[in-house]
């Protein structure tokens, strides 16, 4: 049931084979794969936080396939104690009081954007506007070119927009000619390039240091020692590409919940407090990241059934956030749910160490949306297109109208 999605009937089925699972295989070895899959919400608690047990390092066979990614050796992939050391370098950059002054940033780019599509009457979401906000944002943190944002969007491009399915990465007949193909080559092709990219940016830095993460990173110790460019490297690759890919998926996944339940969107144009709690409920009904990945480090139990040592695991997130023990009436889409305690940006100690920015975009762009564009609906005569990813789900392209504007017809709240 392993499925690329194409349409929203794919996405349905998707979580009738998650919600079967759960009551059926909750703990299920894929035969074609050789890996391993959860779906009930408290087990994937337990693989995503129990890291002694459920380590986060890569797989040999994921690492012999990304090659030289930057990716692969990152913050995601690192365990306790140097994940701790290493995560301790960004978290502080990214808390909400941290983030708070970016607020008039952020809107201000918003404000941008809605105003060079307002009079038009019609866009794609993405490219007009969930893609460019977070990608100007992140950009700006790390002090590198707004104006390099089409290369940036090649690199995520590259990354996420296919897939290798498990089978082809965990039980390659023929690494050679996995290595030939136009997904690996394009991996390949843009790790070098933003090795590259970031190796000429940060000896700029060297010399004449700046105001931003760059220069910071540079500067920063773990154990008075000073990171290696490649670590550097590596994080100024996970920092742009995993920076803005969750909010572009998020607002994206907003309009396209919203639009399905025409009635939630109305209350939430008569009610802008239920933002932050409308806000959650996407993140918990879309899950934007479908799932995480594990390795056992010895052997596990998981409802009566063991998993060997050395296994790959799959918690899926996506299947959790939909679990009636956990979530009463789970298909129901409910901007007022509370408690909400969904899984979206994961768990324990790998918890999105960019969450609060990601929540500060979407409670920001979300109300000004709504507030700009009268009649905002998705055009069902422009095909919807979704990410072809099994880790990441949300819209690559999300074709919308609504009643045309004057730009410079500003609302109070938009200022």
Known sequence: MLQALSTLQDVQEMYRWFENMRATRPVW???????????????????????QLFSSRRPEALRRVTGRSTLATSLISMDPPLHRQYRNLVSPLFTPRTLAPLAERIRTIVQELLDRVRPRGRMDLVADLTYPLPTIVIAEMLGVPVADRPTFKRWADAFFSRQLSDAEIFRPEDLEKLEK?????????????????????????????????????LAAEVEGERLSLEQVISFCTLILLAGHITTTLLLGLAILCLDEHPA????????????????????????????????????????????????????????????????????????????????????????????????????????????????????????????NNRSLFGVKKLPVIFNATPAAQTTARGK
């Open 181 to 217: 193909t136009e997904t690996f080559q394009r991996a390949n092709r843009a790790t070098e390039e933003m090795r590259e990219y970031f190796t000429r940016q940060l000896n700029e830095r060297r010399q004449h240091p700046r105001a931003d993460m760059m220069s910071e990173l």
């Open 29 to 51: 070895l894929d035969e074609s794969s050789g890996c391993w899959h959860v779906f009930r919400y408290e087990d994937v608690l337990r693989v995503s936080t129990d890291y």
């Open 264 to 387: 939630a969107m109305q209350q939430l144009r008569e009610q802008p407090e239920l933002v932050p709690s409308a806000i959650e409920e996407v993140l918990r009904y879309g899950s934007p990241v479908w799932r995480l990945i594990r390795v056992t480090t010895g052997e596990a139990s998981i409802d009566g059934v063991t998993i060997p040592r050395g296994s790959v695991v799959f918690a899926w997130l996506a299947s959790a956030n939909r679990d009636s023990a956990q979530f009463p009436d789970p298909e129901r889409f409910d901007i007022t749910r509370s408690p909400n305690r969904h899984v979206a940006f994961g768990h324990g100690i790998h918890f999105c160490v960019g969450a609060p920015l990601a929540r500060m975009e979407a409670s920001i762009a979300l109300p000004m949306m709504l507030e700009q564009l009268p009649q905002l609906r998705r055009n069902r005569a422009a095909p919807l297109e979704f990410l």
